[in-house]
């Protein structure tokens, strides 16, 4: 059990829970351990090892050390889940694999 020192926390998800304790957002294990400081405008839970992070106006991919797996390039990004992620890429609705490549979209 974790004490309640947080001001905000989402669940659990791949191990990790994001979490907020004043301005400071971070992931934390399940011993409440801080594993990643979230330093993006924005970021989804993990999903298959990834997190949706939002770098200025585009969104990309990190893993649970906060390296850019998959580099910012989309207009919005959900997380990762069964391998798959949904995107969008300017009017494109997209789903990509965990390297970045399309798999399925819309037509045009």
């Given at each position: 059990?974790?004490?309640?020192r947080?001001?905000?926390?989402?669940?659990?998800?791949?191990?990790?829970?994001?979490?907020?304790?004043?301005?400071?957002?971070?992931?934390?294990?399940?011993?409440?351990?801080?594993?990643?400081e979230?330093?993006?405008?924005?970021?989804?839970?993990?999903?298959?090892?990834?997190?949706?992070?939002?770098?200025?106006?585009?969104?990309?991919?990190?893993?649970?050390?906060g390296?850019?797996?998959?580099a910012?390039?989309y207009?919005?990004?959900?997380?990762?889940?069964?391998?798959?992620?949904?995107?969008?890429?300017?009017?494109?609705?997209l789903?990509?694999?965990?390297?970045?490549?399309?798999?399925?979209q819309?037509?045009?």
């Amino acid at each position: 059990m974790i004490t309640a020192r947080f001001d905000s926390a989402e669940d659990f998800s791949d191990g990790l829970a994001l979490v907020r304790e004043g301005e400071k957002r971070k992931f934390i294990d399940k011993t409440g351990k801080t594993v990643l400081e979230a330093s993006w405008e924005r970021v989804s839970a993990f999903g298959d090892g990834l997190a949706a992070a939002k770098d200025g106006k585009l969104w990309g991919y990190v893993d649970k050390s906060g390296k850019w797996l998959i580099a910012p390039r989309y207009s919005y990004a959900r997380p990762f889940w069964n391998g798959l992620a949904a995107v969008t890429d300017g009017g494109r609705s997209l789903w990509i694999d965990r390297r970045g490549t399309i798999v399925w979209q819309t037509q045009p």
